[in-house]
């Protein structure tokens, strides 16, 4: 079983949350956890059954396993409360950079994000970083509790 590697999962998170698809979490949730279908879910996110299986297998792949992946997503999804997209799509269809005001293409934006505003990433990198050390240590809390009243 691979190791899991937590930074670069919540850097994929962050990145692709701020990329635009900040639905990613929710359709991971449904797809993976829920056990609903790929075609429903996908049907609902407006996303091909094919992008949804593929962030499914980077999530698994940076989790080390699909049964840590399971567990980690509702974790992802409260430490990413507050990450909001900075490339939106418009009315017209086309993306764009809300910094900046220009039009990306949306297989750009995650590139348009490392690029030109990567202390954002970073910021919101930390900060999931940080929200997750005190579900770390809210977790080891109780577990010396339970071990306590046991003994």
């Not at 993976?32 to 091909?48: C, F, H, Q, R």
């Not at 297998?57 to 980690?72: D, F, M, N, V």
């Not at 950079?97 to 990306?104: A, F, M, Q």
């Amino acid at each position: 079983m691979k190791q899991t590697d937590i930074k670069s999962l919540v850097n994929y998170v962050a990145l692709k949350i701020l990329g635009g698809s900040d639905y990613l979490l929710e359709a991971l949730e449904e797809y993976l956890v829920k056990g609903e279908g790929p075609a429903t879910v996908a049907y609902k996110y407006n996303i091909s059954k094919h992008q949804l299986r593929g962030y499914a297998q980077r999530i698994i792949e940076k989790s080390g396993s699909e049964g840590k992946a399971k567990k980690l997503v509702p974790i992802l999804k409260a430490i990413s409360e507050g990450v909001k997209p900075i490339v939106r799509k418009s009315n017209d269809g086309s993306y764009e950079c809300s910094i900046c005001n220009i039009i990306v293409a949306k297989e750009d934006s995650e590139e348009h994000i490392r690029k030109y505003h990567k202390e954002i990433l970073n910021e919101n990198i930390n900060m999931m970083m940080q929200k997750l050390e005190k579900i770390k240590q809210e977790i080891q809390q109780n577990r010396a509790v339970i071990f306590t009243s046991a003994s």
